[in-house]
């Protein structure tokens, strides 16, 4: 039997995504038995991320550092803007370098029955990059469902005046999905194929 | 395409039923509320859709039962056997859980596998009563041809509902969220409009062009709401001019949601709804038995049939005139009745069970 201690750590990273007792109780027996090289490293990296975790003020994905580590990457090109519903959005695109240019995370799509209003998301900071100038194409990634698209055409009307070109992936009605869970060839063929909203 | 093999746990008055059926008729006999019917909507749960009874989760889940329920079927399709299984957990009575050869799926991918139509007593009142259930049955047989139907339409009625929503607020909707929203109702009511059109025009020249036969042949037609030919553009153009009607009546008045399917007896020029009891049956009857042809031709499966109390009102001509036609189709057909007598014309191929106090056994 485990003391109230370890339950707590147990049930902790139980709760985590993909995670669950079982599994939970295995990766706390490993960081029980290797407390210098698995205990210790994870502490250690727990304790800067939390000392050091910000939400970029210019695109909402979450770093250590504001602006992001995105956002200041000189190669990226500054010139292509991609519209995501939630960080996991973005970091989902991101894997393997799929999108060339930089992001905006809205934190959320439109719904009227959920009670989301345009207000709730980052949309006029979108405006306001957008007024600012230096965006030659915005991508809509957002997620194949009803209120992912309602959002794309919601943010499309918004910029309508802005001379950008304003494009969205090519994911269509059978994906239906997320885009987290989308693997990355078909991420990469969303993109590859991305067309003008219709 | 056939269920092969179907068990039933906690469903209705079932507390744990397993079957085996063939491919071709099966044959369902036993008293008055023996569960027959039961069954037939356990089979009706392997299509996207609240069955035949369009009942709620919860109604279905077995009185004085645990609380959830489970459908599972094995399904044999050209391509091999797969696994089906549908149901709810207790502790979400109302959520349908879906599995496709055990991995979780949604509810509309079942249309992709197989094609269910059904005939109920209950549907004999389909011509006499509102639109919905008429659009409803014109769903259905869009479904069976177009799998991408069910989520066009879903989509379509979230939209609307959506959008009647923000139409509700007393501050005023903002425009550009409400155009958003009309931009999907009108990509996915254009969608929904142009499946029916074309499920309707198939249908009915295939009807138009059968022999007056034993069964009454129908006239389809899509009456009420009906799409402007450039039915994209126009619905989202009439959505937004007629957003303050659309507020002042609390729903929306133009779309796809306000068609009616209008049924004519052809050989009497007469509408269905006018017509007996009997050839209401018959015409529907008939429109089914079309439709499963178009559907096996269409799409090489052949779709389940479900005909619930359906040899009961057919006097024996037509009756057997039914069973001549099923076995020569073939595919599979699941029938219901009281007496194993009126099923007597049938061969020795078909599948004979009887439903008697929440159990299912061979024979008949
Ligand atoms: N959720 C339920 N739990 C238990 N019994 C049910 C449930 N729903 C219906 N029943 C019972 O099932 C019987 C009706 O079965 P049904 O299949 O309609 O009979 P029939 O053989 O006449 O078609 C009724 O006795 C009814 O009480
Ligand atoms: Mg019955
Ligand atoms: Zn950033």
Redesign the interface.
Same mark, same amino acid.
């Given at each position: 039997m485990a003391s109230p201690e370890i339950d707590a750590l147990t049930q902790a990273l139980a709760r985590l995504p993909g995670l669950g007792p079982r599994s939970a109780r295995r990766a706390v027996l490993h960081l029980l038995k290797k407390r210098e090289t698995a205990l210790a490293p994870l502490l250690r990296a727990l304790e800067t991320v939390n000392a050091r975790l910000v939400s970029c003020h210019l695109c909402g994905n979450l770093d250590t550092v504001d602006p992001c580590a995105i956002c200041t990457d000189g190669r990226r090109d500054a010139r292509l803007l991609c519209v995501v519903e939630e960080v996991a959005d973005l970091w989902a695109l991101d894997r393997s370098r799929l999108f060339p240019g930089r992001f905006h995370v809205l934190g959320g799509r439109l719904s009227a029955l959920e009670g989301v209003r345009p207000e709730d998301l980052t949309i006029d900071a979108l405006v306001g990059r957008l007024a600012a100038g230096g965006i030659d194409e915005v991508v809509l990634a957002m997620n194949a469902t009803l209120e992912g698209q309602t959002t794309a055409h919601y943010i499309a009307e918004r910029i309508e005046a802005y001379p950008v070109r304003v494009t969205q992936l090519a994911h269509g009605l059978p994906v239906g999905g997320e885009l987290d869970y989308l693997d990355e060839g078909t991420l990469a063929q969303a993109l590859r194929a991305r067309r003008p909203l219709g | 395409m056939a269920v092969t093999r179907l068990r039933l746990t906690d469903f209705r008055s079932y507390p744990d039923a397993a079957i085996e059926a063939g491919p071709g008729l099966v044959i369902l006999t036993g008293e008055n509320g023996a569960g027959k019917t039961n069954l037939l909507e356990a089979v009706s749960l392997l299509a996207p859709g609240r069955g035949l009874r369009q009942a709620t989760l919860s109604e279905m889940a077995r009185g004085h039962g645990p609380g959830g329920f489970a459908v599972a079927a094995q399904l044999a399709l050209p391509a091999g056997a797969i696994e089906i299984g549908t149901g709810t957990l207790a502790t979400a009575p109302e959520r349908r859980q879906v599995r496709i050869n055990g991995a979780g799926a @949604?509810a509309n991918a079942l249309g992709e596998w197989l094609a269910l139509l059904w005939l109920t007593p209950a549907m004999d009142r389909l011509f006499g009563e509102g639109a919905s259930g008429r659009r409803r049955f014109l769903d259905r047989l869009v479904l069976a041809l177009e799998p *991408?139907h069910g989520?066009?339409a879903a989509?379509y009625e #979230? #939209?609307m509902? $959506?959008?009647n929503?923000?139409l509700a607020e007393p501050e005023g909707a903002?425009p $550009?969220?409400l $155009? @958003?929203?009309e931009? *999907?109702m009108a990509e996915h009511g254009a969608a929904v409009a142009a499946a029916r059109d074309r499920t309707v025009a198939a249908l009915a020249a295939r009807l138009a062009g059968q022999p007056a036969g034993p069964f009454a042949r129908a006239g389809l037609a899509i009456e009420g709401w009906r799409p402007a030919p450039n039915a994209h553009a126009a619905l989202a153009a009439d959505l937004r001019a007629g957003r303050g009607r659309d507020a002042a009546a609390g729903r929306t008045l133009a779309g796809p949601h306000r068609s009616d399917l209008a049924v004519t007896h052809l050989d009497k020029a007469q509408a269905a709804g006018r017509c007996s009891t009997g050839e209401q049956k018959a015409l529907l009857l008939g429109i089914v038995l079309a439709h499963a042809d178009l559907v096996a031709e269409a799409s090489g499966r052949r779709p389940i049939l479900l005909l619930d109390e359906v040899a009961a009102h057919l006097d024996p001509l037509r009756r057997a005139a039914l069973f001549d036609r099923l076995a020569a189709a073939g595919g599979q057909v699941w029938m219901t009745g009281t007496e194993a007598a009126l099923f007597d014309g049938i061969g020795a191929k078909a599948t004979r069970l009887t439903v008697s106090g929440g159990a299912v056994m061979e024979g008949g």
């Open positions: - | @949604a *991408g989520q066009h989509r #979230a #939209a509902r $959506a959008r929503k923000l903002d $550009a969220w $155009a @958003a929203l931009a *999907g």
